[in-house]
């Protein structure tokens, strides 16, 4: 990967986050954080990763439909590549797998107090 590739994807991460908290109009998407963004060498794709701390699921992915078509466009204008890739949106797991073993080894540590002071 080029470094005018690595570089067009960290500025589409930034520009990405500016337009989903500043422009866009759908308010669900004032909550949704760019973890990453991947671009195909021939740019025809951009997978952009995600996560959101409040809402539903459902209801995000709904409002980036919606608005897919503004956050292109808005993004086009921003990076004027040569080539405006198709985006795809992907729901970062990670955050939430981080958060759920997290909340096991607190259910472990829990649990060998509980035993330590038995």
Do not use: C
Not at 4 to 28: C, D, F, V
Not at 55 to 64: P, S
Not at 95 to 107: P, R, S, T
């Amino acid at each position: 990967m080029g470094l005018s590739l690595k570089r067009l994807e960290s500025q589409a991460l930034r520009e990405l986050s500016i337009i989903l908290q500043r422009e866009a109009k759908n308010k669900e998407l004032n909550h949704v954080t760019v973890t990453e963004v991947r671009i195909t060498n021939d740019l025809s794709f951009m997978t952009i990763y995600y996560t959101f701390y409040q809402g539903k699921k459902a209801n995000i992915e709904a409002a980036i439909e919606e608005s897919n078509s503004f956050i292109r466009s808005a993004l086009a204008k921003k990076l004027n590549p040569r080539k405006m890739p198709e985006l795809i949106w992907k729901f970062d797991e990670s955050l939430a797998y981080g958060n759920h073993i997290d909340d096991i080894l607190n259910e472990l540590k829990k649990e060998e107090k509980n035993k330590s002071n038995n």
